[in-house]
């Protein structure tokens, strides 16, 4: 049966694979299509009807592929018979498109996007239905897992035990394959650590497994015999919940229950460590910084709770030092009240102007962040603290693992006893270390880890002393003597893992990230860079193609944009030919571009620091777009056109700050990294696909209501005795004639930015805002 089940899954298998394979081939003709279609002037009609077959010939090896898989599994073959289908329809119509361009017609910019966007609706569905095949074989393989368990259980005597144990060795074989594909596929950090805990306490407790089961057959009578056994039954049956967990996103498997009624509240409280406690903290304060927005009043409060509570956690430590102690109560006092001196001045503000007209508000934002930046430093030092001080603790641990063994063995109930005692002081020591480290870890995959090495720990660590009782009272037992020496091996792999974790954690709080040689993205040394290179960080192929798919759909958001941005400026030159909206999107929509050539190793950023400095700037400048929008927004009457332009505007900010936080995320190692890649560009995407609809919003209100959009005027200047000066006086007036200063929302003006050529939106050395 278990063969029969491999077979299937590995015909599966091949056929995802298939469909992998053919998906960028497929994506990258159609970037190909909408790139020389943005040069098309240069293309000959034949040209561009031969791109357009080469899309439909790659969209009907897509499409076969998925058919395929559509034939042999019948819960999804509707779903992707249609998607085929629809996908097959998105390839003629780009075909026939491009064929019916001649030399005086070129195929319409917005129905070629559009189509292309269909097309990889399509394509995607397709990914997720095949993936959907993937997920039930997995959990099947799980099921048949827990019912070998199950069986395992209920076995009273040796042969049947044998029996059930050999079903169930071949069966955690195909389980083992099963999930490590799935971690290796798996993007979500959190999630992939995750899956690799829950496979690691698989592997090393079927060890454990046998030789319990083997002392608690041989000892019927042995209640410490019965807990080891059952306690490795249900850490192993947690560890298939965390995969079930894993593979369905963050849903438990409710038709189970076992001795598992905590265990969704442990998995779901994964990220509620100081450390991502007060990121939420700072997100919001930094996004009201940017909004100025009085609903903080609500949000605030529960955000500054939940770090405090946290910090509960290292002022109660009895290894905490008393200066440490001290400096973390002041810093958590501090803050409190620099928050309730914010919510104290949002109490008598009432509108978006009040708070950008209130001086006080901005600075009492930053005394907020800087306190709490103070308290992130004294948790992370006292967490840092304890962890260089662990070596002690693991050391006297295995010494006394050493002793226990001895003792067990000459049945010294006694001296078993007072060891014990120690032994559990010890690994509560290291249990503590543990959990501040989850408090202070950066990363997701280290607050993961040391999540789970804290739960084996608890629940293994004492199970030592269990399996020692049962060779205590059975000293000449072999097989309690192989059991104690199994969970003995599972204490040291504990500590070998705490160790590791401690060692990363500190590699991590200590490293630096890299300079940013220069600010914006112009050829090194000039505006006032450096010619100093960065480290060449560049993606693989492998990389490229994994990411290729998200760096489409960014450049089918942006190319659509730019139709709608160029539809505007040509049906009203005279007027917007110094449109700072439009220059601002422009602006955005190249920065994007950029951003898309790298995912292909293409254009000017050539290493991942470069991205994210791009993304730095691409979200510095939807920031200064929100404000010009804000403002234009009070222009537009009430009614359904200016809720919509509200509603989209709103989700600005927090696209700029997850983008943000995004890009200023620490990462160690070269897998941390391109998932930091893939994020950015997924966030950027987000942010692209808002803005894009926040514009085009703008431009239909402008043409409803009649209303001028903001402009951007450049005066020339000239000094007091009539000399020109080396700079421009720029304003940005609305359609009521108002003039506002263009300072901190137009651009650099200290010269880092590269003018027309700057995707970093900086004003150039040559000019100056106001």
Request: overall charge negative; some cysteine.
């Amino acid at each position: 049966m278990a063969g029969v089940g491999t077979t299937n899954f590995d015909c599966l298998e091949i056929k995802t694979r298939s469909v992998e394979q053919t998906l960028l081939p497929l994506i990258k003709q159609i970037s190909s299509l909408v790139e020389q279609h943005g040069t098309v002037g240069a293309l000959r009609p034949s040209a561009v009807a031969r791109v357009g077959q080469a899309v439909n010939v790659a969209v009907e090896r897509f499409v076969t592929v998925g058919e395929a898989i559509a034939d042999d599994y019948p819960e999804v073959r509707q779903g992707m018979y249609e998607a085929c289908k629809e996908a097959r329809q998105a390839g003629g119509i780009i075909e026939q498109i491009c064929e019916e361009t001649d030399e005086e017609v070129l195929p319409d910019r917005t129905t070629l996007v559009r189509a292309a966007r269909c097309l990889l609706g399509a394509i995607t569905r397709v990914l997720l239905l095949a993936d959907i095949v993937v997920v039930k074989q997995l959990l099947l393989a799980k099921d048949k897992v827990s019912h070998s368990l199950d069986r395992l259980e209920s076995v009273n005597n040796f042969t049947e035990f044998v029996k059930a144990f050999s079903q169930f060795g071949a069966e955690m074989v195909e389980l083992a394959h099963l999930t490590g594909d799935r971690q290796n596929d798996l993007k979500d950090e959190r999630r992939r650590a995750q899956m690799a805990a829950a496979r690691q306490v698989l592997e090393r407790s079927t060890m454990m497994l046998l030789t319990s089961s083997k002392t608690c057959l041989r000892h019927p009578d042995c209640s410490s015999s019965r807990e080891n056994r059952d306690t490795v039954f249900c850490q192993m049956r947690r560890a298939m919940d965390l995969i079930h967990f894993v593979v369905k996103d963050g849903v438990l498997n409710s038709s189970e229950t076992s001795c598992r009624t905590t265990h969704g509240e442990e998995l779901e409280s994964d990220r509620g460590s100081a450390y991502a406690c007060m990121r939420h903290l700072q997100h919001l304060l930094e996004l009201n910084k940017v909004t100025m927005d009085h609903s903080c009043q609500e949000t605030l409060p529960a955000a500054l709770e939940a770090v405090l509570e946290r910090t509960q956690d290292f002022t109660d430590s009895a290894y905490t030092s008393h200066e440490h102690r001290e400096a973390i109560l002041e810093s958590s006092e501090r803050l409190k009240t620099e928050v309730d001196h914010l919510l104290g001045l949002y109490a008598n503000i009432i509108d978006f102007e009040g708070a950008i007209n209130c001086p006080e508000v901005e600075s009492s934002v930053s005394a907020c962040i800087n306190s709490a930046r103070d308290l992130s430093r004294h948790l992370s030092n006292a967490g840092i603290q304890q962890a260089q001080e662990l070596s002690t603790a693991t050391k006297q641990g295995l010494e006394l693992v050493s002793s226990i063994r001895q003792q067990a063995l000459m049945s010294d109930i006694d001296r078993l006893h007072h060891t014990s005692n120690a032994f559990q002081d010890s690994i509560d020591h290291i249990l503590e270390v543990c959990k501040l480290l989850r408090h202070v870890a950066v990363s997701e995959t280290l607050q993961v880890s040391a999540k789970f090495t804290e739960i084996n720990l608890r629940v293994y660590g004492p199970q030592v002393i269990t399996a020692a009782k049962t060779l205590a009272a059975y000293p000449g037992s072999k097989i309690a003597q192989e059991n104690l020496e199994v969970f003995a091996d599972m204490y040291q792999w504990l500590v070998s893992d705490v160790t590791t974790i401690v060692k990363d954690v500190l590699e991590a709080s200590q490293a630096k990230p890299e300079k940013q040689v220069y600010m914006s993205l112009p050829r090194p040394g000039k505006h006032g860079t450096t010619s100093k290179p960065l480290k060449a960080v560049r993606l693989d192929t492998e990389e490229q193609e994994k990411i290729a798919k998200s760096g489409l759909e960014m450049k089918l958001i942006t190319s659509e944009m730019d139709a709608e941005t160029d539809k505007w400026q040509e049906s009203n030159t005279q007027v917007e030919e110094n449109n700072d909206i439009v220059k601002r999107a422009k602006n955005m929509s190249a920065m994007a571009f950029s951003m898309y050539q790298f995912t292909k190793g293409e254009g000017v950023l050539k290493t991942t620091q470069d991205l994210f400095t791009q993304a730095e700037y691409f979200a510095e400048e939807a920031n200064r777009l929100y404000k010009v929008i804000r403002q234009f927004s009070y222009q537009v009457p009430g009614g359904a056109n200016k809720k919509e332009l509200l509603e989209n505007l709103d989700k600005v900010p927090t696209f700029v700050q997850r983008l943000q936080f995004t890009v200023k995320d620490h990462t160690v190692g070269k897998a941390a990294t391109f998932t930091k890649v893939d994020n950015v560009i997924q966030e950027t995407k987000n942010l692209m696909n808002v803005i894009s609809k926040v514009v085009t919003t703008c431009f239909e209100c402008a043409t409803k209501f009649g209303i001028i959009m903001p402009q951007r005027l450049r005066v020339p200047c000239a000094s007091l005795d009539g000399r020109p000066l080396p700079y421009k006086l720029e304003f940005r007036g609305s359609g009521s004639g108002a003039g506002r200063g263009a300072g901190g929302e137009g651009g650099s003006s200290s010269g880092s930015g590269t003018g027309g050529d700057n995707k970093g939106g900086g004003a150039t050395g040559q000019d100056q805002s106001l």
